[in-house]
């Protein structure tokens, strides 16, 4: 692969204001409205950022380039993300940071055990409190010095990146009535309402996880299910 322009020049310094200055973020993550977050925080803390929406996109991203730190959502379409943070922490030349993301807090405990530097529980939206994650998962050596201006600025994704979390739930469902996905769609569900903010749907995605889990019928569930998501594509992902 061809090194473009920027691979030869030396990476920028960071400042007091842009403390991620010359660090590549990897965001593995499946939700276009929280790695649009994630995109956000990134660019305005100074780092390049690159996104894969699976295990799959990225392990093709990893093949190509390496970047600083990789930032690894845990519930992905084709797998659980915690395989992948062990993965990189355990190469012969490891990742120099890795940080496990979820919106359930329990995942940090899973995260943690396969070797991540670091956990972000979703949603994140504070600037400062952000920055302070990735600083903390990042060696000592790597850290910038100096005195950082601390802000608590929030960044609000677009809600155009919403609308298309809640098209690709609605694709799902109707490809063959999204049966053998249903556990995923649960996951991925609660995940972005948390980011979103919409409690209905947090909810609704809780109890077909629970249905699903004790066996119960779980027809209701997804019926509901579809129909909010059918709401929120019809508001403009606004409601």
């Known amino acids: 692969m061809p090194l473009a322009l920027d691979d030869l020049m030396p990476p920028p310094k960071p400042t007091s204001q842009r403390p991620l200055l010359g660090l590549t973020v990897l965001v593995v993550e499946d939700s276009r409205f929280a790695s649009e977050a994630v995109r956000l925080l990134c660019l305005r803390s100074g780092a390049r950022i690159r996104r894969a929406d699976s295990l799959s996109a990225a392990h093709k991203h990893l093949a190509a380039y390496r970047p600083n730190v990789v930032i ?32 359930d807090s329990g995942a940090r405990a899973l995260s943690t055990a396969a070797g991540a530097h670091g956990f972000i529980e979703k949603p994140i939206s504070n600037l400062g409190a952000f ?19 601390v802000t608590g600025e929030h960044i609000d994704p ?8 809640f098209a690709h739930v609605a694709d799902i469902l109707t490809a063959h009535d999204g049966e053998g996905m249903l556990d ?33 019928t779980h027809r209701a569930d997804v019926a509901r299910i579809a129909g909010l998501v059918q709401n929120r594509i019809a508001m403009g992902a606004t409601g």
Not at 81 to 98: K, R
Not at 158 to 165: C, K, N
Not at 185 to 208: C, K, N, Y
């Open 184 to 216: 995923y769609i649960a996951q991925f569900l609660e995940s972005v309402a948390r980011t979103a903010g919409d409690a209905e749907i947090i909810e609704a995605a809780q109890s077909l996880a629970r249905n699903r889990n004790v066996g119960h």
């Open 158 to 165: 677009d809600l155009a990146a919403l609308h298309d979390d």
């Open 72 to 103: 690894v959502d845990i519930g992905l379409p084709d797998g659980s993300g915690a395989a992948l943070i062990d993965e990189l922490t355990h190469l012969h030349s490891p990742v120099d940071c890795v940080i496990g993301m979820s919106g």
């Open 131 to 149: 920055q302070t994650m990735v600083l903390d998962a990042l060696a000592r050596d790597d850290r910038p010095t100096g005195l950082r201006m």
